[in-house]
């Protein structure tokens, strides 16, 4: 997980896949499951929560991040 440029706001997430740790990255564990963010973004994400909706009227990823000061509507970019 990492925090890129971007987006309505100016920064936004992205998620992926990762077979190799890099030097650096922190290493978070939930229930069985590595996520891996990289050291700048570990900046930005300090005291994240991140949750998986499934429901009629939303379902992905939804994360809350009490350092975005501001937010886009789609909730996937922040300032």
Same mark, same amino acid.
């Given at each position: !997980?990492? =925090? =890129?440029? @971007?987006?309505?706001? @100016?920064?936004?997430?992205? !998620? @992926?896949?990762?077979?190799?740790?890099?030097?650096?990255?922190?290493?978070? #564990?939930?229930?069985?499951?590595?996520?891996? =963010?990289? !050291?700048?973004?570990?900046?930005?994400?300090?005291?994240?929560? =991140?949750?998986?909706?499934? &429901?009629? !009227?939303?379902?992905? %990823?939804?994360?809350?991040?009490?350092?975005?000061? #501001?937010?886009? @509507?789609? &909730?996937?970019? %922040?300032?």
């Amino acid at each position: !997980m990492r =925090v =890129v440029g @971007g987006g309505c706001s @100016g920064l936004q997430y992205q !998620m @992926g896949l990762e077979e190799e740790q890099n030097p650096g990255d922190k290493v978070l #564990t939930s229930n069985g499951i590595k996520v891996l =963010v990289d !050291m700048k973004s570990a900046l930005y994400l300090a005291g994240a929560e =991140v949750d998986y909706i499934n &429901g009629l !009227m939303e379902s992905g %990823f939804k994360i809350t991040n009490p350092n975005a000061k #501001t937010t886009c @509507g789609c &909730g996937q970019s %922040f300032h």
